[in-house]
């Protein structure tokens, strides 16, 4: 099969690999029908994900048809439709119990496994460990794109964003970084009741990008950022103020724009230390939070795609086959140059 392979930092190809096969009974082997890209990926090309070795096929998102199961699967069947999301969970172990497949004992320590520490979904074919525990059948009524940025990045901002940020009908937030999980956030934000959605970016096209993501306000980054978002909160600050970039400036930020009371949801993937200014921050009756997307949200999720409610689709601004992958990973590499969003390869 072909597939898209990592050769090392700053290296990758459309390449030629072994076909997948059935390792462990609880396996299925799918074809993969549509895929996309992740920052994630970016990270890995750049190096900055020391686990991910050479040979390894990336990618962690993707739709995709079962053309085999394994002997102990019983569920699930050839022909099935399935999304399969970017954490594997082995249904089991203590984490896997209690909701959290982001750190799943059984399938290697962390839910996050495609693409990192096994070979991932930017193919023609993949494994798919665990897979009664892990894949979603999608209803017929639900086209592929309509689900596919639901194997990781609405969740994240769903879970990581909204959830963990304890959103409640009437709130106010602010999304710190209007790229594809910042969006994602806005987007899951308005479903559960956020009254106002301040997005806070730099790159004016993400900024109108955020109001069609459910962005009530837009603030341009930068240091006048704090003050116009306590001049749009009569002084006190967001309920929930979401970090979704990962660096230290933005994390700053949310934490000089949280009311009292409030939480600072850390979204973001952090590559380097960050001051947290506990001499302001202890009095201020203040939570912050962290964390890696479980997908116990999805079937959620699914749920309010098939009725239209969220338009994860959206999302999806460039379209690719397969063998043109590589074109993608360079728009996708350069998205403000293109005003890309996410992008969608199809076999
Ligand atoms: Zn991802
Ligand atoms: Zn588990």
Same mark, same amino acid.
């Given at each position: 099969m072909k597939a898209l392979v990592f050769g090392g930092p700053g290296r990758r190809s459309w390449d030629t690999a072994d076909d997948?096969?059935?390792?462990d009974p609880t396996d299925v082997?799918?074809?993969?029908?549509?895929?996309t890209i992740c920052g994630t990926d970016l990270h890995i090309l750049k190096g900055d994900v020391p686990a991910v070795?050479?040979?390894?096929i990336l990618g962690h998102e993707a739709v995709g048809t079962i053309v085999e199961t394994g002997a102990a699967v019983s569920s699930l069947k050839k022909g099935d439709r399935v999304l399969v999301p970017a954490i594997t969970s082995? @249904?089991?172990? $203590?984490?896997?119990?209690?909701?959290?497949a982001a750190h799943c004992q059984g399938a290697g320590g962390i839910g996050w496994i495609f693409g990192h520490l096994i070979n991932g979904l930017q193919a023609e074919y993949a494994r798919v460990p665990f897979a009664e525990t892990s894949v979603h059948l999608v209803p017929d009524d639900v086209s592929d794109e309509q689900v596919l940025f639901l194997s990781d990045i609405l969740p994240t901002g769903y879970e990581i964003g909204v959830q963990k940020g304890g959103v409640k009908p009437g709130d106010t937030i602010a999304?710190?970084?209007?790229?594809?999980? @910042?969006?994602? $956030?806005m987007m899951t934000a308005s479903i559960a009741g956020a009254a106002r959605i301040i997005a806070v970016d730099l790159a004016p096209s993400r900024l109108r990008h955020a109001r069609s993501f459910g962005a009530t306000h837009t603030v341009a980054g930068g240091d006048a950022a704090r003050e116009e978002i306590l001049a749009l909160t009569d002084g006190y600050g967001v309920d929930v103020a979401m970090e979704a970039v990962g660096v230290p400036a933005t994390f700053d930020l949310c934490t000089q724009v949280?009311?009292?009371?409030?939480?600072?949801?850390?979204?973001?993937?952090?590559?380097a230390p960050t001051t947290l200014h506990l001499e302001e921050l202890w009095i201020k009756n203040i939570t912050i939070t962290t964390g890696l997307v479980s997908g116990s949200t999805v079937p959620t999720l699914l749920?309010?795609?098939?009725?239209?409610?969220?338009e994860a689709e959206k999302l999806g601004t460039h379209h690719f086959k397969l063998d043109q992958i590589e074109q993608a990973y360079d728009v996708f590499g350069a998205a403000d140059k293109h005003d890309a969003l996410k992008v969608v390869i199809t076999a």
């Open positions: 997948p096969s059935i390792i082997i799918v074809q993969i029908d549509t895929t070795t050479d040979g390894r082995c @249904g089991r172990c $203590a984490h896997c119990k209690v909701g959290m999304v710190v970084g209007a790229g594809p999980v @910042g969006l994602a $956030a949280v009311r009292p009371g409030g939480t600072v949801a850390n979204i973001g993937v952090h590559g749920a309010l795609a098939r009725e239209g409610r969220i």
